[in-house]
């Protein structure tokens, strides 16, 4: 328990560290997402339990390193990339009876995930519409290293409810990297004096926590979305720009989304790459739906979102839902 603390608090410091150490200029954007099964209207654990991502995003000055980065990734170029931002993210996933301390066979496995990632964002402008692109890396462990099992017991105890009693049979220890790619593109028109954003998008994951192939369609609605762009990013994907102008007058938005994922791999189903462990039998087709609303006015922006997500594994009851609440300000 001890070691599994000394983990938990060694990677938050690195990666706190690495925010306040980070070659950035002075204005930043910290955006602060919590994503939990609570949230939504069915309010039960299971499935993907819990997460939490700190994000720093801000525009790239000419001597930020990303920038080198860029210039040496392909269908990327040091000049051309719009921004950037470290990430650092915690998830937990259980199966739905967590009171039960033997392993149960036909549920997801006990999994906790910590990651450090970066990202690269490009917004690139037509006549009346746009293109919109994000790469994320990231890098951490699957396992116990995580902290996962700590921090859900204690929360649990803390708010006296039931205990989750499986977690000795989570997944091993293991280091994960993991690269993803989102490419939108984004038409613009006007119904009823507000602003109407939609367009398709296609995106990837390759790595050993997750291997996809995504596509899906994406909406928003609202007032003045030119001063800010962008649906939240739901689990699996990584930290989205969630970017608007600071010192604005108060603006609203309401956003839709579909996207379907072509599963290759999910580490957090078919267990461990080296070492036995528990696993289940991964559904290959996955789909989100995804609903919510974005206010935002001065310096600050909040997004409230709910999602709905098909069967990932076989012996799976049914589909599974959670929400997202991200707060955003610029310091």
């Known amino acids: 328990m001890v070691q599994v603390r000394a983990w938990v608090l060694g990677g938050v410091l690195f990666g706190l560290t690495s925010l306040a150490h980070a070659q950035q200029p002075t204005k930043g954007l910290l955006t602060i997402k919590s994503e939990n099964d609570s949230y939504s209207y069915e309010g039960d654990d299971g499935h993907y339990t819990n997460g939490v991502e700190l994000t720093l995003s801000f525009e790239l000055d000419d001597a930020h390193w990303l920038r080198d980065l860029a210039a040496v ?3 990327w170029d040091r000049d051309g990339v719009d921004g950037g931002a470290y990430r650092l993210t915690h998830q937990m996933y259980t199966p739905e009876e967590i009171r ?7 549920d997801r496995p006990y999994a906790g995930v910590l990651l450090g990632g970066i990202s690269l964002f490009d917004n690139i402008r037509h006549a009346g519409w746009r293109e919109a692109r994000n790469l994320n890396l990231d890098v951490g462990m699957v396992g116990p290293a995580s902290g996962a099992e700590v921090l859900q017991r204690e929360f649990h105890e803390f708010i006296a409810t039931d205990e989750p009693r ?5 997944l091993n220890n293991e280091p994960v990297v993991n ?3 989102k490419h939108a593109w984004i038409d613009r028109t006007s119904v009823a004096g507000l602003d109407l954003e939609y367009g398709p998008r296609l995106g990837f ?7 996809y192939a995504a596509s899906g369609l994406g909406l928003r609605l609202g007032s003045n979305l030119d001063a800010s762009f962008g649906i939240p990013a739901i689990a699996p994907a990584q930290g989205g720009w969630s970017y608007f102008r600071p010192d604005q007058d108060f603006n609203w938005s309401a956003f839709a989304s579909l996207e379907g994922r072509y599963m290759a791999h999910n580490l957090l189903l078919d267990g461990n790459t080296f070492e036995d462990s528990h696993s289940v039998d991964r559904e290959e087709w996955v789909g989100d739906a995804l609903s919510g609303v974005a206010l935002s006015w001065d310096r600050w922006q909040l997004s409230l979102a709910h999602a709905w997500r098909t069967k990932e594994f076989a012996s799976q009851n ?5 929400g997202s609440l991200t707060l955003s300000r610029w310091f």
């Open 100 to 106: 039960i301390p033997r392993l149960v066979e036909d």
């Open 318 to 322: 049914a589909h599974h839902a959670f």
């Open 179 to 181: 690269l993803a790619y």
């Open 73 to 75: 990734l392909p269908g």
């Open 205 to 211: 994951a390759l790595g050993n926590l997750y291997t």
């Open 166 to 170: 499986g977690w000795d049979h989570q």
